[in-house]
């Protein structure tokens, strides 16, 4: 692999052992990986250096994971997977809710951890190539077009669908979603945000029936992924 292509991974891990292993399987799988200690000191990194990735573990001296999600999040849409031995639900929708785009849990294994990287690479590079061919977003008429045909959508249907276009691979929670409809979140439950995302898959397919794009993330919610 051409070094002037490798994509650049900053690890914000403050065990020296855990941050070592992936290194190694980082390098070993071709990208540039940093390691850094401290959570005031990632935050400067990534806005210093603009980094292609950010493994983020959960606690950190200095400033912890979340705070440092807020913090990057203010300024950057870097993808940012978080490690954490946390495995409770609401634990997990806190991270998502400040701007995680995946998780994965302690103790895990090296690989899974590459996989990850890799797959939020790839959905981070394409998501600007896909839009303009897939789909097209017209605020001013609540419509959208799936593969140059416009969906019957609700306005409801339109501002999900909206919200999880907006950030393909990243997982919204029933929550998140329900803030999206703005003043339409009075008249649904978040429970009918199932409802509305399987109307959402129903029309999609109308249009293009071999398509799966709206995946549900079980004990999370729904995340939006680019037709290859």
Known sequence: MNTQTLSRVL?????????ELLLNYLRADGYEATPVFDGREA???VSQHAPDLVILDWMLPGMDGIGVCK???????????????RIDELDRLLGLDTGADDYVCKPFAPREVVARVRALLRRASGKVKASPQ??????ASFRISW??????????????FRTLLARPGRVF????????????????????????????????????PASDCISSVYGLGYRFDIPE
């Open 147 to 160: 593969m140059g045909q416009w969906l019957p959508l609700t306005r409801i249907e339109f501002m999900m």
């Open 173 to 208: 929670s029933r929550e998140q979603l329900l803030a999206s409809v703005h003043d339409s979140h009075r008249d649904i439950s978040d429970r009918a945000i199932d409802t509305h995302i399987k109307n959402l898959r129903k029309k999609v397919q109308v249009v293009e």
């Open 43 to 45: 935050v400067q990194c």
């Open 71 to 85: 913090t990057i999040r203010e300024f950057s849409d870097v993808p940012i997977l978080m490690l954490t031995a």
């Open 134 to 139: 897939v789909w097209v977003i017209e605020d």
């Open 11 to 19: 690890v914000v891990e403050d065990d020296r052992k855990i941050s």
